[in-house]
């Protein structure tokens, strides 16, 4: 059995670009950036950022383009897929892309707009930023032996 399968998380490195295909279907391209954080044998911290290539295709890419912008935080779920044609110059060009099933947004990033959550309307000029709504726990301890189950 075989499996081409790609999973990331990240965020958009610019703005999407919508196209069509000559049948009318909608094209959205874009970048997504990952990185990972690890500590290498001497204790010191590394970091490793990662850029992806995301196609996507039908009324998905629709959405992609209307809602996603440079910042986005999306998740990205599809295959991969590796593209070559001839350069001008005569050379090989190759494109590796993640062919996406499934875009998943993100939390709209903070901008001059003021808000950072779906639903959430902009403050008016001179106006605070909304609260965010946060959770009081309780301060007294839990025993594990109250629990009924």
Same mark, same amino acid.
């Given at each position: 059995m075989y499996l081409n399968k790609a999973i990331?998380?990240?965020?958009? @490195?610019? /703005?999407?670009?919508? $196209?069509?295909?000559?049948?009318? =279907?909608?094209? !959205?391209?874009?970048?997504v950036a990952t990185n990972r954080v690890w500590k290498d044998k001497n204790g010191a911290k590394q970091e490793d950022t990662q850029y992806h290539n995301v196609v996507?295709?039908?009324?998905?890419?629709?959405?992609?383009?209307? #809602?996603?912008?440079?910042?986005?935080?999306?998740?990205?779920?599809?295959?991969?897929? !590796?593209r070559s044609w001839d350069a001008p110059d005569g050379s090989k060009k190759y494109r590796t892309e993640i062919i996406a099933d $499934?875009?998943?947004?993100?939390? $709209?990033? @903070?901008?001059?707009?003021? #808000?950072?959550? =779906?639903?959430? @309307?902009?403050? =008016?000029?001179?106006?605070a930023k909304p609260e965010m709504? @946060?959770? /009081?726990?309780?301060d007294e301890e839990i025993n594990p032996e109250d629990i009924p189950f």
């Open positions: 990331i998380i990240g965020n958009l @490195t610019r /703005d999407p670009e919508e $196209r069509q295909l000559p049948s009318g =279907a909608a094209v !959205t391209s874009f970048s996507v295709f039908g009324p998905q890419a629709r959405n992609c383009a209307q #809602y996603l912008r440079k910042g986005s935080s999306v998740l990205v779920e599809g295959r991969m897929q !590796t $499934r875009v998943q947004f993100g939390n $709209r990033p @903070t901008g001059d707009s003021g #808000y950072s959550q =779906a639903g959430a @309307t902009a403050p =008016a000029s001179g106006d709504d @946060t959770i /009081d726990y309780p």
